[in-house]
């Protein structure tokens, strides 16, 4: 499966979501990437219809107990749930490709463990 899923958000800024055989990663003003998760670090990707700033702390790029996001609005997201019980979460521009990402993730993930 030769999928890459990308997605452009637009804040103050653009932040580019992209998820592939590498895994998921987030870059943003024009490729500084901030968050780097290998297909290997987590158990399974979900779609999220909505997440809102306040449950994680606000906009950004969040780091707390329970896991990590980064969130520039109130919308959809994929939220991986990783190997060491907490999760990350980042916003998508629409829950298609929060789903979309979803899936490849984990179609990755699976031919990854057979």
Known sequence: MAAVITAALLA????????????????????????SIPVSDFRVATAAREIYPIQYGGWGYRISAWGSAFVVRT????????????????????????????????????????
């Open 12 to 35: 103050f800024f653009v932040a580019t979501v992209r998820a592939d055989a590498d895994g998921l990663s987030v870059r943003v003003l024009g490729g500084w990437r901030i968050v």
């Open 75 to 114: 919308g959809p997201a994929v939220v991986l749930h990783l190997a060491g019980g907490k999760d990350f979460v980042v916003n998508t521009d629409t829950l298609q490709n929060a789903e979309r990402m979803a899936a490849v993730l984990n179609g990755y993930k699976t031919a990854a463990a057979g």
